[in-house]
Every structure is written in structure tokens, then in C-alpha cells.
């Protein structure tokens, strides 16, 4: 007769056991985390050749210096003299009104401060004192320029740019108070300004006043590192050749009447985000795994302690002592001591009898 042979059920207190169900306690997460990866976009562009968005650097302009010939004499003595008697032409569309395109031709990019081109220089901080702000932004948006324009612009094109209105914003790093020359319209003083549009470049402005509540340091009349978010329109005069700290250094340099201002807020308390679900995966693996762990540790304590009353047990009670107990007689019990104690009494009593 044969009986079917029924399988063992498996002991999960094994550490052959727990050590099977850690490892597909892990291969799940493993798997679910790989899942998540898969599912963003960025995860694949290596497989298209594309780079990162989050990755890519903003463009970075070399403004150094570079060599120009320096224009002979003659062709200068030559402009002018063509200059004379010339009538006055219609104002050009493409400036502000009061900008004389003419005086525009003395101004030379890639150079420090020149008195050739002082003349509109000084015409561009009139213009913009007679004026309000609010004047040069309405000519820019009536004629859909009411944009920011980039760094790489005005370095890579600064004639055609030249004398024109701009719209500059970025970030306000340094401006300083200093005093102006001497001119026609009384300006005696105004701000230099250091305005980066983006992380890699810088932008000069000569601004006529600031904003009053931007702070600045009494002594020094200067704010370093603010890190505030600015806007302004002015002209472009030319590109800057200033020192610096890599030697000679070139900069976009803009004229304005003044700039808007917006404070840098107060650092909000960062506000706690869920757990990403590769996170949680993590902390679940954890926590199981400790579990297992813990169950392991447990079981092998409980054999141990196990294992020590038994020991201790065959100290107290040796086994030689055991074995010599089997030849012992076991004592009566209470019933046959009595049967014995009564047999005893009577023949107590019938020896007494005979005698």
C-alpha cells in the first residue's frame, strides 16, 4: 500500500530561507526603481546623442581684446571735412529722437574712454535727463522692441546697435556712485552699474539715478553681490575696453535714465516634498530587510538559549548519576507503608500473647 509523500513546508526561520527572500525583496525594488528611471525622457538621450537641457551651460563669450589697426589720420581729417555744410538730414527712424547718427561715426568699439567721441557721449546723458523714463520704454514698445536684449547681440553686432534704445535685465552685482564730468547739463553725478544677463557675462551701465530704496553703503557709496533682479533702457554707446582681472577686458556699455528694481525675496522655509517613489522603494527595501535581519537574529538567540539550559542541565545532572538510580529500589508508597506498619503491629502483638 503506498501512500503519497507529502512535502515538507518550508521553515522560514532558516538562513537559507531568509537570505531567498531578501533577495527577491531586493530584486523587486531593483526593478521598480529601474522602472522609474526608464519612464524619463532624460534617461534615453545618450541613446539619441542628445545632451541634457539640465546640463547645458549658458554660452560663454571670450571679451578680451583682441587687435584692431588703428585708422590713419587722413580718413578721419576726411570725414569731418565731408561733415561740413551738410544739410540736416530727416530724423532716422531707428533712434530716439535727438540722436544725431553723424556724431555716432567718432565713436570706436574695443577702447577705453576717448575725447573724440565725448560729443555723444555728452548728447546721450541729455537726452536722457530731458526725458522721462517712462518716454523710452513707450518708443520701444510702439515700435515692438520692448525686449530684453542678450549680451551676444550687442558684442557680436555693436553697429548696428549703436546709439539705438535697449532693454537690459539681469542680475545687479555691483554699482558704484561717482562723479561725472564736466558737462553742459549739470550732471555732476551717476552710477555705474554691473549687470550680469546671464551667469557668464557682464554688461556696464551709466545710469543717471537709481532707485532709493536699493541699499547702499554709506562710506562707499556702492553695493557689492546683491544678486537683484533689474531692468532699464537705455543707449548703447560701444564696447568697453576696461582692466581686469585677466588683463584687458571688453564689455557692452549702455547709457540710462534710471532702472526698476525688484527686491530679492526673503528666503521662503523650503516646504517638505513627498518622497520620490525610488525613495520610498529604498526605505520599504530597508525596512524589510531590517525585519528579516531582526527574525534571523531573534531565532538564532532563542537556539542559543536553547542550547545553554540544555547544557547547563547535563552540569547539574550528570548522566553516570542517572544510570546508577536504576538500580535503586523505589520506595513504597503511603498504602503498602501502611499495610506494612499494621502487619508489623500485629505480630508485635501475637508474639506478646505467647509469652
Not at 523587486?28 to 539640465?54: C, H
Not at 569731418?80 to 540736416?88: I, N, Y
Request: negative net charge; contains cysteine; glycine residues 4%.
Amino acid at each position: 500500500m503506498k501512500f503519497k509523500q507529502t512535502q515538507r513546508p518550508r521553515n522560514y526561520f532558516s538562513r537559507k530561507e531568509q537570505w531567498r527572500l531578501l533577495l527577491l525583496v531586493m530584486t523587486l525594488g531593483l526593478i521598480l526603481i529601474l522602472a522609474e528611471q526608464a519612464a524619463n525622457p532624460d534617461s534615453w538621450n545618450w541613446l539619441w546623442g542628445v545632451a541634457s537641457q539640465e546640463n547645458q551651460e549658458p554660452e560663454s563669450v571670450d571679451n578680451r581684446l583682441r587687435p584692431e589697426p588703428e585708422p590713419e589720420d587722413e580718413g578721419l581729417i576726411a570725414v569731418e571735412l565731408a561733415m561740413v555744410g551738410q544739410e540736416d538730414e530727416p530724423q532716422d527712424p531707428r533712434y530716439f529722437p535727438g540722436i544725431q547718427p553723424e556724431d555716432l561715426k567718432s565713436i570706436r568699439d574695443r577702447t577705453p574712454h576717448r575725447s573724440a567721441s565725448w560729443e555723444a557721449y555728452v548728447q546721450m546723458l541729455g537726452i536722457l535727463q530731458e526725458h522721462p523714463d517712462q518716454d523710452f520704454r513707450d518708443w520701444l514698445q510702439q515700435r515692438d522692441l520692448n525686449y530684453p536684449i542678450t549680451f551676444s547681440q550687442l558684442y557680436d553686432q555693436p553697429e548696428s546697435y549703436r546709439g539705438q534704445l535697449v532693454k537690459v535685465k539681469g542680475s545687479l552685482r555691483r554699482a558704484f556712485k561717482i562723479p561725472a564730468p564736466e558737462n553742459e547739463f549739470g550732471i555732476e553725478e551717476y552710477y555705474q552699474l554691473w549687470i550680469t544677463p546671464d551667469p557668464n557675462n557682464v554688461i556696464v551701465v551709466y545710469a543717471l539715478s537709481i532707485p532709493q530704496e536699493i541699499p547702499l553703503n554709506n562710506d562707499q557709496e556702492e553695493i557689492v553681490n546683491q544678486d537683484e533682479a533689474v531692468e532699464l533702457v537705455g543707449f548703447f554707446f560701444k564696447l568697453w575696453a576696461h582692466p581686469a582681472a585677466q588683463g584687458i577686458s571688453i564689455t557692452p556699455m549702455v547709457l540710462a535714465k534710471t532702472m526698476t528694481w525688484e527686491p530679492k525675496p526673503e528666503a521662503a522655509p523650503e516646504e517638505s516634498e513627498p518622497p520620490s517613489l525610488g525613495t520610498m522603494i529604498g526605505i520599504i527595501c530597508a525596512v524589510l530587510s531590517g525585519s528579516l535581519i531582526i527574525a534571523a537574529l531573534a531565532f538564532m538567540q532563542g537556539n542559543w538559549r536553547s542550547k545553554t539550559v540544555r547544557r547547563q542541565r547535563e552540569a547539574i545532572v550528570p548522566e553516570d548519576a542517572i544510570d546508577s538510580l536504576a538500580n535503586v529500589e523505589p520506595e513504597p508508597d503511603v498504602e503498602e507503608q501502611l499495610r506494612r506498619l499494621s502487619e508489623q503491629a500485629a505480630l508485635a502483638e501475637s508474639e506478646e500473647e505467647t509469652l
